[in-house]
Each structure stands twice: as C-alpha cells, then as structure tokens.
C-alpha cells in the first residue's frame, strides 16, 4: 500500500515538473515580444496558455514599472517649470505648496503662466497649448493605469485595467504591451519637450 502511495507521489511530481518545463520554455519565447496576435489559442495546451498569461503578466508589470519612474521625472519637470516662473521671484515660498500640488494642478498653473507670459494667438503659446493638451491626455491615462485593478486576458493576449471595487458601473480598459510602452515613452518625450519650451519660451 505504501509502495503504491509513493509511486503515485512520484509520478504526481513528475507531471508538475513537466508542465512547469513547459510553461518556462514557452515564457521564454513570448518574453522577446508578447503581442496580440500569436499563435491560434485554439491549438495551445493548457499549460501554453498560462505561461503565455505568466509572461504578458511580467511584461506588462514590468511596463507599469518603468511607467513609475518616467512619470515621476515628468511630475518634476513640471515642479521646476511652476517654481521658476518669473525667474524664480516666488521661489522662496514654493516649497509651502509644492506638497499640494497634483499633476492637473500644476498643468493648469503652466497653462496660466503662458496665458499671462505669452502673446494671443503667437507661435510660443500655440506651442504650450498643443502640449498641455498631450500631457493632460498622458496624465488620464497614467491615472488609470495607477488606480485600476489589474488582470490578464485568459489567453495572455493583452492586461486589463478594471476600475476600483464598488465603482459602479465597473469599467473596463484594455491594454497591450506596446500601448504601455508607448505611455512610457511619452512621457520621456514630454518631459524633454518641456524642456525645450523653456529654454525657447520661458515662463
């Protein structure tokens, strides 16, 4: 009785071995580029389809990762455009409000500060605006990147980001690994953009 209990146990743990073996080779190759359209999820086994869902899942965390740091230098740009309007005049009493200050409400004082800096209707202030239009579009969707409740499509096609519990109507946003990375690299190039704003047109 015992012997056969163990025989059991033994190949019990060799099937686990195999389809972890399986799962990890198949991550292996999706981890190069997880896209959505691969190959037909008809075909795939089971356990392809959860290494599939295990290297989407790593991919796109990873994505939200680096989403954090560009952002977070993105919101800075934004702190050192607010503090040195004038020249810096203000300065001194900045670091009273900069707690305060969320990403909206720093775009809405940029906005102000090239409204008031900048002629109507001139080339530096159509600049600016065509810019504020992109960060606040980047900024919504940072948002719900950062607030949403994350799962993987069945078949580790692309993430979805479902509004908090109790929000109702529950909604739905789908991404895929290359709509997060394009987030990503649009904050690098806004912050870089605001950069040049500055220097051309500064507030």
């Avoid at 789908?174 to 500064?202: G, H, M, W």
């Amino acid at each position: 009785m015992l012997a056969m209990q163990s025989q059991e146990a033994q190949q019990t743990c060799s099937r686990r071995l195999i389809i972890r073996s399986n799962r990890s080779r198949f991550a292996a190759r999706l981890n190069t580029g997880v896209s959505e359209h691969m190959e037909d999820s008809d075909s795939m086994t089971a356990s392809e389809m959860f290494a599939r869902r295990d290297a989407t899942e790593n991919e796109i965390s990873g994505l939200i990762g680096q989403l954090v740091f560009n952002y977070s230098r993105f919101v800075t740009g934004l702190h050192l455009c607010v503090a040195w309007h004038n020249e810096g005049k203000d300065l001194d009493r900045y670091p009273s409000i900069a707690e305060d200050l969320a990403a909206a409400d720093l775009l809405r004082r940029i906005e102000k500060q090239a409204l008031t800096k900048l002629e109507d209707k001139s080339t530096g202030l159509k600049k600016y605006k065509s810019w504020l239009r992109r960060a606040h579009q980047v900024r919504e969707t940072r948002n719900i990147v950062m607030h949403s409740r994350w799962g993987i499509e069945p078949y580790g096609r692309h993430a979805i980001a479902t509004s908090p519990v109790f929000v109702e109507p529950p909604k739905e946003v789908i991404f895929t690994v290359d709509q997060l990375r394009q987030l990503c690299q649009a904050c690098e190039k806004l912050s870089s953009e605001l950069n040049e704003l500055r220097e051309e047109y500064p507030l």
